[in-house]
Antibody
Framework: EVQLLESGGGLVQPGGSLRLSCAAS????????MSWVRQAPGKGLEWVSA????????YYADSVKGRFTISRDNSKNTLYLQMNSLRAEDTAVYYC????????????????WGKGTTVTVSS | QSALTQPASVSGSPGQSITISCTGT?????????VSWYQQHPGKAPKLMIY???NRPSGVSNRFSGSKSGNTASLTISGLQAEDEADYYC??????????FGGGTKLTVL
């Protein structure tokens, strides 16, 4: 069974840092692009970042560019999101999601999603 | 980039059909066929319902269909059922190599 399991969320002060992890299983992790998508409380979905299967190409939303870094360790089947200079508006549930197409360099659609991990930025 | 434009809410009775629109620009919806739709029930993760404008992933009911004309994509749900009540989001690839979601539409089955 294809599964994604996020971890690393929590409460952090404004200006602080947090690293999210997403453990993947049930598919050839290195063959698929991956994304992070977030959802603020009571709000809609917002795409955050994507990374190619090899990790050589990365993409970011303007709202997080320069503050967040996406990476992956294909030997550990794990996706990461390093979040620095956190702001109150980064408070959200963060979902890890698998790209639909085998071998694609980015995520055009996401067909498998984790349950999410909650990040709260507050003093 | 601003979110794609969706109606905040739509409603329909069981058995009826509804359509949700998703309007973007030539830099996203109008420029690519990488348009998708997601269903999200309260407290749950999103589920891919339509990809590449009109394709259904395996396991998704054929009551769900998608289309696109110019800068506007549409999701149609026919034969409405109670379990279709959820939030629906469109998404499009953009000329900036990013993904853009719509603001979401709450579907109420009366």
């Amino acid at each position: 069974e294809v599964q994604l399991l996020e971890s690393g969320g929590g409460l952090v002060q404004p200006g602080g840092s947090l690293r999210l992890s997403c453990a993947a299983s049930g598919f050839t992790f290195s063959s698929y692009a991956m994304s992070w998508v977030r959802q603020a409380p009571g709000k809609g979905l917002e795409w955050v970042s994507a990374i190619s299967g090899s990790g050589g190409s990365t993409y970011y939303a303007d709202s997080v560019k320069g503050r967040f870094t996406i990476s992956r360790d294909n030997s550990k089947n794990t996706l990461y999101l390093q979040m620095n200079s956190l702001r109150a508006e980064d408070t959200a549930v963060y979902y890890c999601a698998k790209g639909y197409y085998y071998g694609s360099g980015t995520c055009y659609y996401m067909d498998v999603w984790g349950k999410g991990t909650t990040v709260t930025v507050s003093s | 980039q601003s979110a794609l434009t969706q109606p905040a809410s739509v409603s329909g009775s069981p058995g009826q059909s509804i359509t949700i629109s998703c309007t973007g620009t030539s830099s996203d919806v109008g420029g690519y066929n990488y348009v998708s739709w997601y269903q999200q029930h309260p407290g749950k993760a999103p589920k891919l319902m339509i990809y590449e404008v009109s394709n259904r992933p395996s396991g998704v009911s054929n009551r769900f269909s998608g289309s696109k004309s110019g800068n506007t994509a549409s999701l149609t749900i026919s034969g409405l059922q109670a379990e279709d009540e959820a939030d629906y989001y469109c998404s499009s690839y953009t000329s900036s190599s990013t993904l853009l979601f719509g603001g979401g539409t709450k579907l109420t089955v009366l």
